[in-house]
């Protein structure tokens, strides 16, 4: 998880393409130099990344694991900064984490589906609360207090019949997040097969992606 806010840089709201583009830049740094991990979820402001259960790096040891995803997140998040977001940073970012034991399959894709399943709450909700700012006229207290109780049919409602907008028709990278794996590529050259990561905007809550995927958990 990580521990940056839109105080680093001027985000678009609700949701800010490339900024979410340099997380997943980020996530791609760390798993190139930690090939341990074998797929990378994230979504808004946090990621998390997952190992294999064989993994003996730095003797599993969780302080030593954590320690360096962070750092080499943060280096290639600072790094690739200017790519992706034409202003400076305001401040240094920082990012936190920390190390989950999930003992069975079950488990895991349990952690995963909650991950997945709060970045379609958040985003729902921000997706409205800013079309009531940015489109409605209203203050963000206003805002705030609107939707102060309101479902997901309710945000939806809104949304739809008050500015005309299908939350379904969002890009799928921002109700869904972004699943990072590798995957077997040609080389266009050589034509030997090389890993390479892909970057995925998909559902991982229902058994479709797994099914499709039987080695993927090793």
């Given at each position: ?26 996530a791609k740094g760390v798993m190139t130099e930690l090939s341990d991990i074998f ?180």
């Amino acid at each position: 998880s990580s521990g940056i806010n839109a105080e680093y840089g001027d985000f678009t709201k609700p949701n800010d393409k490339n900024a979410l583009d340099l997380m997943n830049c980020a996530a791609k740094g760390v798993m190139t130099e930690l090939s341990d991990i074998f797929l990378a979820y994230g979504q808004s402001d946090e990621f998390s990344f997952v190992f294999k259960r064989t993994s003996t790096l730095y003797g599993r040891r969780a302080s030593k694991i954590i320690s360096t995803v962070c750092s080499t997140f943060t280096s290639h998040y600072v790094f690739h900064w200017p790519i992706f977001c034409s202003q400076p940073l305001k401040y240094p970012p920082s990012f936190d984490g920390r190390v989950v034991l999930y003992p069975v399959e079950k488990d895991l894709r349990n952690y995963l589906s909650w991950r997945q399943a709060d970045c379609h709450v958040n985003n729902l909700y921000n997706t409205c609360f800013w079309t009531l700012v940015q489109r409605g006229g209203l203050t963000t207290t206003e805002a705030e207090k609107r939707l102060n109780g309101s479902f997901s049919a309710d945000k939806n409602e809104i949304m739809f019949t008050e500015f005309g907008l299908n939350y379904n028709d969002e890009p799928e990278v921002y109700r869904k997040g972004s699943t990072i794996l590798w995957k077997q590529a040609e080389d266009e050259q050589t034509k030997r097969k090389r890993r390479v990561l892909e970057v995925r905007h998909c559902d991982i809550i229902g058994d479709l992606f797994w099914e499709e995927r039987p080695d993927l958990i090793v």
